[in-house]
């Protein structure tokens, strides 16, 4: 469980946490403030009135009153989340009834008595999620109904009468200690106090559960899960084949051999006009030198004096030929080294 590489399974969105947490802190600040008025004397009650101070009274009030609005803002949306989410319709279908919750409220008597050594096989609900979810659907609509009559008397009297006021005070009450008992003895200890999750069952605030823990509350759902993997995985295999293939060709379409210009042939390079410049001018060079040597040479056997000017001159005639005046220098440095001779 403590494997951080271990598969995990949502059981709650982020969505739905916040509306879980909403929930929670407006029910408790209620119960408190609540009961704090109909119990002004008891030690608990005076011990709060006497950190808040002078204004403790009328600031219970107010605090009461605005995690009331939160629970009915909470409540409302969750109502719209289950009506126009695709998700919310679902969890509703889920936490619905069925005959087999009979079946496993018997089986789950049974085995804590020790009548069977075998677990009751849950779904994503058991009987006892789904009776806490629909009590607090009944709840929030009893205490905000009888809420509302209490906090706009002025509006209500006249309707109601003195005997109506009553009524909605005592069924107010009496279904504040009904809600606290269900959510701190019956919630509390199924979330905090249950062996199989003590201290806490986590899933509140990180969202999910670890397999090993499905595989102890929701048998049957993971069950379900895998059936659908298995079933998903030739098409989930078979599309992730065909992307490697995609990108392959993708890939392969990127790196292609260079075509020349005229031809569009792979393998055949044209000269930049940088190189055909560059290698026109080392054969005016090569063209050169050997012209100068050829004019050495036949002066020599010649025994003329005369033999620079005829070479200055055919220097003279190679250069504007080809256009390059790059080594008249090299040119002077043979005529000199020529006349010493």
């Known amino acids: ?31 408190i403030t609540g009961f704090a008025l109909k119990f002004p004397e008891s030690l608990w009650v005076t011990a709060i009135f006497k950190l808040l101070g002078e204004n403790a009274f009328e600031l219970r009030s107010v605090i009461h009153r605005i995690a009331a609005v939160i629970m009915v803002a909470v409540s409302l949306y969750h109502l719209g ?139 049957l759902e993971l069950e379900r899960i895998d059936e659908m993997e298995i079933k998903d995985e030739p098409l989930i295999t078979e599309e992730r084949e065909k992307s490697e293939e995609e990108e392959i060709k993708e890939h392969e379409g990127d790196v292609e051999p260079e075509k020349t210009e005229l031809t569009g042939e792979p393998g055949t390079k044209e000269n930049t006009p940088a190189e055909t410049t560059d290698n026109d001018e080392e054969k005016k060079i090569v063209e050169l030198i050997v012209t100068l040597e050829k004019a050495v040479q036949e002066n020599q056997d010649a025994g003329k004096e005369s033999s620079v000017k005829n070479i200055a001159a055919k220097v003279k005639i190679s250069t504007n030929g080809t256009g390059g005046q790059a080594d008249t220098g090299t040119v002077k440095e043979k005529s000199k080294t020529e006349e010493k001779k």
């Open 1 to 31: 469980m403590n494997n951080s590489s271990e598969k995990t399974y949502i059981r709650m969105t982020l969505n739905e946490r916040i509306q879980h947490f909403l929930l929670l802190s407006s029910f408790i600040t209620l119960v």
């Open 81 to 219: 989340y289950i009506i126009f989410h695709r998700r919310g319709r679902q969890l509703v279908k889920d936490l619905w009834f069925k005959k087999s919750d009979i079946a496993d409220l018997t089986n789950a008597f049974k085995y804590y008595i020790g009548k069977t050594t075998e677990r009751p096989k849950f779904d994503r609900f058991s009987y006892i999620e789904k009776a806490e979810y629909w009590a607090v659907v009944w709840g929030t609509i009893v205490m905000g109904g009888t809420g509302s009559v209490l906090w706009f008397e002025n509006t209500f009297l006249p309707v109601i009468s003195n005997s109506g006021m009553n009524l909605a005070t005592a069924i107010h009450y009496y279904e504040a200690i009904l809600a606290s008992l269900a959510i701190f003895v019956w919630h509390f200890y199924f979330v905090i106090y249950n062996p199989d999750v003590y201290p806490m069952n986590k899933v509140w605030f990180r969202g999910f559960l670890t397999r090993e823990e499905m595989e102890l509350e929701h048998p």
